[in-house]
């Protein structure tokens, strides 16, 4: 077992003995939030989410996507007091507060008062928490509501607001060591974001620099065949559950959710192949970074726009020996010529 391997597996029993010590073997639960949207890395925290949940006995009876969320359709599933279980990542706060999954967070905890919610691991962070009163008044008021923190900023961070919370690693440790799909057919790959999170355009710092590929170019090649026709089909059946009567959505909803989890599969595949283009990878994508030491290749991770991954560096990857942290692009390219293995 190299270095890394070994790395991954303490993050991953990290991980899992904080789940198990929340959900005992057994325990039906509800998952909110799946990620059906083309962000990568959304896709490896649900992958590793389902493999993580199984390890520990947990027993996933639904999974819902933000826009499939129906009050009815989850208390079939597990009551007002059973388990729910909420996507984590980097959407807990005001940065994507119009988003779905925000929005069905609140609902959920106006809707669930007698269940157990358990956030999976997030990034906390509100630009401006006068914006979120309402949100942040259901988060202290609900009566069993545990957060998961990604990162130690966000610990504190939710100290602030006042929300206990218990720190843990990111769900995507729970893919746990992954096989590296090809050989580098380049010296390095820069993967860098262009979204709300991005520091700068990518051509600025890079001129190769690209971000994860859009939703038509994941859908284009062999892969993107299988991944269309997964596609099509929870579409499909999220549409017949819609028209059916109450008692016929909760079969057609798990329906969905198994087809989903190929869909994740094969969206984490493509953000594999993309990883492994280089022998180094340069990224400000957290996941690219994350994929990269589960396949033990060297990386340089930068930051984004606000501090998210100088936090999950400093309070988990920096045990990573083949990982480093940059503050700029310029320093990135240094670090990555020390790391190339040729």
């Known amino acids: 077992m190299t270095s890394a391997q070994a790395t991954t597996e303490e993050l991953r029993g990290e991980l ?25 890395g959304d896709n490896a925290i649900y992958a590793g989410a389902r493999r993580s949940l ?42 994507y507060r119009k988003q779905p999954q925000q929005t ?22 509100f630009r401006d928490p006068e914006t979120s009163p309402r949100f942040i008044r259901l988060c202290r008021e609900h ?14 961070r939710a100290a602030g607001l006042g929300f206990e919370t ?18 580098a057919s380049t010296p390095s ?15 600025s710092i890079e001129p190769s620099a ?58 984490v595949a493509i953000a594999a192949d993309m990883v492994a283009e280089g022998r180094v990878l340069v990224t400000d994508r957290f996941h690219g970074h994350v994929l990269a030491c589960l396949m033990g290749i060297p990386n340089v991770l930068l930051d984004n726009s606000y501090g998210k991954n100088r936090g999950l560096f400093e309070t988990w990857t920096h045990r990573y020996p083949i990982a480093r942290f940059a503050e700029s692009p310029d320093e990135a390219r240094e670090l990555a010529r020390s790391l190339d293995p040729s």
């Open 166 to 183: 218990t720190l843990a690693p990111d769900l995507a440790f729970g893919l746990g060591a992954l096989d590296r799909p090809a050989a």
């Open 16 to 40: 899992e003995a904080t789940l198990s010590g929340l959900i005992e073997p057994g325990t039906e639960i509800a998952y909110v939030n799946l990620p059906n949207i083309g962000n990568l």
């Open 143 to 156: 009566p069993d509501f545990t957060i998961l923190a990604r990162d130690g900023v966000s610990v504190e």
């Open 104 to 125: 069905t967070r609140r609902r959920l905890l106006r809707h669930f008062p007698d269940a157990r919610v358990i956030q999976l691991p997030q990034t906390i962070y």
């Open 54 to 95: 199984d390890r520990i006995g947990a027993k996933v009876v639904l999974a819902l996507e933000p826009r499939a969320y129906r009050r009815a359709v989850l208390r079939r599933a597990i009551g007002e007091r059973g388990t729910i279980v909420i996507h984590g990542g980097a959407n807990f706060g005001d940065l």
């Open 210 to 267: 690209r971000d994860w590929p859009t939703w038509r170019e994941q859908r284009s090649g062999a892969t993107g065949t299988r991944l269309r026709i997964d596609l099509a089909l929870v579409r499909r059946l999220n549409r017949v559950r819609e028209r059916a009567p109450v008692r016929a959505r909760l079969p057609i909803a798990r329906m969905a959710a198994r087809r989903y989890q190929r869909v994740a599969d094969r969206r």
């Open 189 to 203: 790959t820069w993967i860098v974001r262009e979204d709300v999170e991005r520091t700068s355009e990518p051509g």
